[in-house]
């Protein structure tokens, strides 16, 4: 199976002292939907930022979609992540000047698509993702698992070939969290879209095909799922605390 | 619980923020209490000119400087609390009363003001001694540099500091009591809601303006102008209604509803600036268009005021040159002594003597000198002297070789026919044309008539004659020693330089007054336009942060902010500018006639003062803008 990300010995110094990464070492199949797990501090959303060209690392090679991103300057990274990568936060960042329509059409804007293409893709997913009555809102008046549904159909509208989800869940309730989980499995299943997801929550987690465990900047573990979500969360919950012990 | 502590600790921390905020607000009371210190210097005001005049001046500017401030200060404190929203948030939360809130507030809006207001005094003592300083160089005024200190300017600012915080405590007061506590951390998330445009108002607002400016345009035909038929008061306050309106919704309504039309077509919409410009430019109109509208007729009044100082200055200059030629004229039959004395300082301070003779003589028919005036009464002299007081006041050649010896001169402030035919003056023939210059002062109801030696002779054969004396010469229009010299002598005589120097004095302390007024309304509305970009700015760094991570590079944030700030720059610049030249010209056709604009040179009265006002409006403006744009690419690291 091909590769949809390789990170070979990836280190990261702040200030020259702190080691924040010490050799990180793993991959990510195409279509496969991987969680980084780990205490706070761990490294995890440093690791993410490496990976998605927003930060630079201090050592070793990162390729995604077998180009070598390591070092490419500020505006090869922007035209890159334009064309590759999409993204969903915790606090979503929509925009709030925007109606969900606009919002999600950003993107596409940005790669000069025309309006057509634009209008009927949002109309698609809207209906997907069952936000159609609320393209024309604007984010205020929408729930926060709305929002975030938003987020995450305006990071797929482009067919990025690596989605990155940096604790999607973390400003959820559960049912909310459980119901975005759902989402990004079924985009994951659906449009065969690669996810690498940062969370500190076992039931995020669980709906990975594989988890990666982090502690002061190294891999400690990696579990493959093999048992259901309930069964799955229950394990990761356990080495989690185990981790951060 | 120590309030002042909590007020101290917060103004450290946030003091980025607060910087621009004290530099802006020290400098506009800095510039207020100057001007109040000019108004109630007497000594210089009175130097120059009538003080009640300038006090009057100070009078009227104070009270709209209060009256914009107040709009002011509450716009900002309402920018503060949304910035803020959060922080106000935890302090409800745990556990201190709206009361408690507003205390710290306001404390750190005394600490603020109150700085602001010594900081701005201080430096108002700086610009005044400077300003007086200049003054008494540039016009040799008679007054000591240092003059008895008076305490009443300061006492007035620091009263308006007074009522910009009281202002404050009451907008707080009122603001935070109708708040519920969870609504006060929501404080920024007010206004996300749909902008709605209506193509009515839209519209409206064009016909408005238009209609305005029409109504300042029939001013051009002045006498059969519906301002005269109608009565100027009823006029201007129709005219002014129709702009402040105009204004009003072009800003409001107009623009919003085209950029509502850009939103609905998707082909425009679905670009990468335009995606993210458009829809939040419809927000910015909402929250801003009140400041933008404000900003308008401000700059407005800005420019009608300098460019009409600037016209009348002109007009000072241009009609002593036209109405006082030389720089010395002796209108009096001198003795051969006093002729002698006369030529000796004239050698002294390298000028050049000419004694002219001026005969009076009658036309056999009226000559037409203006729109409403014709005579028959002829002051004539002779070609060669008329050309050569020409050549030493002008010291330019060409103006010889226009003359032809066939034909005579009638002097006219401006063209109404060119070539008059030929009329009898003196029972002598004489080819009339006209022309807009002459070299000697040129009074009463007279045609001023130059002919040649040989007609000259002729017609002063039996005629009265009287002489008059020019001194001309580089640099002796200014000359304060020869005017002294001259008059020692005791004699009647013009003196160029005693003509500007009583001008400049009559009208000195309005002009600085009004560059004062200008000057400050000037710093007051870039204050406002920078800290507006800086306060906008503030607001999206997030999000331009956001959208640099899905893949806007550097060149397009830069795009989207630099459309950002032009929508808050753009509007009351242009706005201001085409109503403020529209009052100018208003001004310029009601108040100078067309024959007296003509006469003095219509580039000069006209196009000169709106040129330079343009121009200072664009340097000034431009500078602005390129701190604000520096410091927006600064703020959101682009």
Not at chain 1, 187 to 202: A, P
Not at chain 2, 187 to 202: I, P, R
Not at chain 2, 393 to 408: D, G, M
């Amino acid at each position: 199976m091909t590769k949809i990300l390789r990170v070979n010995n990836v280190t990261k110094f702040y200030e020259k002292r702190y080691q924040a990464l010490a050799g990180i070492n793993f991959a990510v199949d195409f279509g496969e939907f991987v969680a980084i797990m780990g205490a706070s501090g761990s490294g995890k959303t440093t690791l993410l930022n490496m990976i998605s060209t927003l930060d630079t690392a201090s050592g070793g090679t990162i390729y995604v979609d077998e180009h070598e991103i390591s070092k490419l300057s500020d505006d090869e990274a922007a035209n890159f992540r334009k064309k590759k990568l999409g993204f969903v936060f915790q606090n979503y960042r929509l925009l709030k000047s925007l109606t969900v329509r606009q919002n999600i059409a950003v993107p596409m804007s940005l790669l000069g698509r025309n309006d057509q293409e634009i209008d009927q893709k949002i109309d698609k997913l809207a209906e997907y993702f069952r936000l159609s009555d609320q393209l024309d809102k604007y984010p205020v008046a929408l729930s926060g698992g709305q929002k975030q549904r938003v987020a995450i159909i305006r990071a797929i509208i482009k067919n990025p070939a690596l989605l990155f989800a940096d604790e999607p869940t973390g400003a959820l309730d559960s049912q909310a969290a459980k119901l975005i989980m759902e989402y990004l499995a079924k985009v994951n299943q659906k449009f065969n879209t690669s996810i690498l997801m940062v969370t500190h929550d076992s039931l995020a987690a669980s709906y990975a095909n594989k988890v990666i465990f982090l502690k002061d900047g190294k891999i400690v573990d990696q579990i493959v799922k093999k048992d259901s979500n309930d069964v799955f969360q229950q394990l990761l919950a356990q080495r989690l605390a185990e981790v951060e012990a | 619980m120590n309030y002042k502590v909590i007020a101290k600790n917060n103004i450290k921390n946030g003091f980025g923020l607060y910087k621009n905020y004290f530099i802006s607000l020290s400098l506009i009371l800095g510039l207020f209490n100057t001007l109040q210190i000019f108004a109630k210097d007497h000594v210089i005001a009175d130097s120059l000119s009538s003080s009640a005049k300038v006090e009057f001046m100070s009078y009227v500017t104070s009270i709209l400087f209060t009256l914009f401030t107040i709009f002011f200060i509450i716009y900002f404190n309402r920018f503060f609390l949304k910035q803020r929203a959060e922080e106000l948030g935890i302090y409800s939360m745990l556990g201190m009363s709206k009361k408690n809130i507003t205390s710290i507030l306001m404390i750190e809006n005394t600490i603020i003001i109150g700085m602001a207001c010594f900081a701005g005094i201080f430096l108002s003592i700086l610009f005044y001694s400077l300003i007086k300083i200049l003054l008494i160089v540039a016009l040799k005024l008679d007054i000591p540099y240092l003059t008895q200190f008076t305490f009443l300017p300061f006492l007035i600012t620091i009263a308006l500091s007074i009522f910009m915080l009281l202002v404050i405590f009451f907008d707080n007061h009122h603001l935070i009591k109708r708040l519920s506590i969870i609504n006060i951390s929501n404080l920024n998330q007010v206004g996300e809601k749909a902008v709605k445009t209506k193509s009515w108002t839209a519209y409206l607002g064009i016909i408005s303006l238009l209609i305005g400016y029409a109504l300042v345009l029939d001013l051009v035909k002045q006498q059969q102008s519906l301002w005269v038929k109608i009565g100027f008061v009823p006029m201007a306050l129709i005219t002014l209604v129709l702009v402040i309106i105009g204004t009003f919704l072009i800003i409001k309504s107009t623009l919003a509803y085209l950029i509502n039309r850009k939103i609905n077509n998707h082909r425009q919409l679905y670009r990468p600036t335009n995606n993210i410009f458009l829809p939040e430019s419809l927000f910015k109109l909402k929250t801003k268009s009140n400041l933008l509208v404000v900003l308008s007729l401000v700059i407005s009044a800005v420019i009608a005021l300098t460019a009409t100082c600037f016209l009348l200055i002109n007009y000072q200059k241009a009609s002593l040159i036209k109405t006082v030629p030389s720089a010395i004229e002796i209108d009096q039959k001198l003795k051969p002594d006093q002729v002698t004395k006369v030529k000796q300082i004239t050698k002294n301070y390298g000028g050049d003597f000419k004694t002219v003779k001026v005969i009076n003589a009658t036309a056999k028919r009226p000559i037409v000198l203006s729109e409403k005036m014709a005579t028959k009464k002829c002051r004539i002299i002779n070609l060669s002297t008329f050309k050569g007081l020409l050549k030493q006041q002008y010291n330019k050649p060409q103006h010889n070789s226009k003359f032809s010896k066939k034909l005579a001169y009638l002097f006219t402030p401006y063209t109404i026919k060119n070539s008059r035919g030929t009329v009898n003056i003196n029972k002598q023939k004489v080819s009339l044309k006209e022309t807009n210059i002459w070299p000697i002062f040129a009074k009463g109801n007279f045609a001023y008539i130059a002919v040649n030696d040989q007609q000259f002779k002729k017609i002063s054969q039996h005629a009265n004659s009287k002489t008059i004396y020019a001194i001309n010469g580089a640099n002796l229009r200014d000359n304060e020693e020869l005017y002294n010299k001259i008059k020692e002598l005791k004699i009647k005589f013009l003196s160029a330089y005693k003509t500007n120097k009583d001008a400049l004095s009559y009208n000195s302390a309005a002009f600085l007054m009004a560059t004062l007024i200008s000057v400050l309304f000037f710093v007051f509305i870039g204050c406002i336009l920078y800290f507006t970009i800086l306060m906008d700015t503030l607001g999206v760094t997030d999000e331009f942060k956001f959208l640099g991570d899905i893949g806007y590079n550097k060149k397009q944030l830069r795009k989207a902010a630099t459309a950002n700030n032009l929508l808050i720059f753009l509007p009351p610049i242009i706005m201001g500018g085409l109503n403020g030249l529209m009052a100018f010209i208003g001004f310029r056709f009601n108040f100078l006639a067309n024959d007296v604009i003509k006469f003095l040179g219509a580039f000069q009265m006209v196009g000169e003062p709106i040129i330079i006002t343009c121009l200072l409006l664009l340097i000034a403006y431009s500078i602005i803008y390129v701190f604000s744009y520096h410091k927006t690419k600064a703020l959101l690291g682009i």
